[in-house]
């Protein structure tokens, strides 16, 4: 789907004036000879936050497989301006970001439709330790 230069150029504006430095990071290979692509740009980091008003349920663990975890982020990028600078598309699960704070995170998701007119992709991350 072709994407809209305006909505590119208002998102790319919008993540220079309220975003953050970020790298992505992508590693190839395999020990002992792994190579790391690192770029920095601007992007938009959000927290996403687990639901806390739903009923818990009688047997049921509190927590489920894939739900959102306190260290979860929400990145958004545009995609033309991650592949200038030399990394390869599509941005993969287990891609790695470091925020600007030195937060080193794992991609677990990553949807390039959602908000494609834009030429944005919106990344879900979660903290690594």
Do not use: W
């Amino acid at each position: 789907m072709p994407y809209d230069y305006a909505m590119q150029a208002a998102t790319r504006r919008a993540l220079q004036r309220t975003g953050e430095l970020v790298t992505f990071q992508r590693l190839t290979g395999t020990a002992p000879n792994v190579t790391t692509l690192s770029v920095s740009l601007y992007a938009n980091v959000q927290g996403l936050h687990p639901e806390t008003n739903e009923p818990s349920q009688e047997g049921l663990p509190s927590s489920k497989e894939g739900a959102i975890t306190q260290t979860s982020r929400r990145i958004i990028v545009v995609g033309s301006d991650l592949s200038a600078k030399g990394f390869p598309l599509p941005v993969k699960k287990n891609d790695k970001i470091v925020l600007a704070d030195g937060t080193k995170c794992n991609i677990l998701d990553v949807d390039a439709h959602k908000r494609s007119l834009a030429d944005a992709i919106e990344i879900t991350a979660a903290e690594v330790a």
